[in-house]
């Protein structure tokens, strides 16, 4: 269990399911590059969490709501989180009457990803909410602004444990206080971080110690 001063930040799940070099560069050496696609995000979440909370028959939505898990060591900020009015199974919520379900729902500039990081950020958010509600959230949604849909996440036990796996990475990588070395991959090409991190280059040096290496051994 993790205590209040050793929390980091939510949203590094995101960054490190998504490149470990990547959440390094972000939460270890704070280095931040915006391009056109991370300031339409941040664009997209300032004007999400701006809106005041409000209800919509049985959908009571709170935007902005603070989040924190101390068995995963991590606070954040969720964009919107929806309590669905429900007969049984939910949690009570003050100054309101009946009971709540609790689904989380995370604002995506883009379109959904090949891998499952955006899931993972989700799901982290789940299981803070959790914690803090004293509840079981079975699903939440993922919106993605280029396609203006949601997509339906389950919590299920593989994304759960691939969300706790990536908690205790980060926890690890932080503490070693190590950036990794730049692996050129397809998903690089999309990084708002390229220009900063230079991927390529780092893939040419790899392959010059190699020819160093090659040449050493003959
Ligand atoms: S450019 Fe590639 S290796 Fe570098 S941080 Fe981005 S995804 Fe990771």
Request: proline share 2%.
């Amino acid at each position: 269990m993790h205590t209040e001063s050793d929390l980091l930040m939510l949203s590094a799940l995101q960054h490190l399911a998504f490149c470990e070099r990547q959440c390094c560069l972000i939460h270890i050496e704070q280095a931040w590059a915006e391009n056109r696609l991370t300031a339409e995000g941040r664009i997209l979440h300032e004007r999400v969490h701006g809106q005041e909370s409000e209800s919509r028959g049985d959908v009571y939505i709170v935007r902005g709501l603070k989040l924190r898990s101390l068995a995963l060591g991590l606070s954040g900020v969720a964009d919107v989180v929806e309590f669905h009015r429900v007969e049984a199974g939910g949690v009570t919520l003050e100054g309101k009457k009946g009971l709540w379900r609790v689904f989380p729902v995370e604002y995506k500039r883009g379109k959904p990803k090949s891998d499952r990081c955006d899931e993972v950020q989700l799901c982290g958010q789940a299981m803070c909410l959790e914690e803090m509600l004293n509840t079981k959230i079975e699903n939440g949604a993922l919106y993605y602004g280029a396609q203006h849909k949601r997509h339906e996440v389950v919590f299920d036990q593989t994304l759960r444990n691939e969300t706790e796996r990536v908690a205790q990475k980060l926890h690890e990588l932080i503490a070693s206080g190590k950036t990794p070395p730049a692996i050129y991959e397809k998903k690089c090409d999309n990084c708002s971080l390229s220009d900063v991190c230079m991927p390529e280059a780092g893939h040419r040096k790899s392959v010059e110690k190699y020819l160093e290496e090659v040449l050493k051994a003959t």
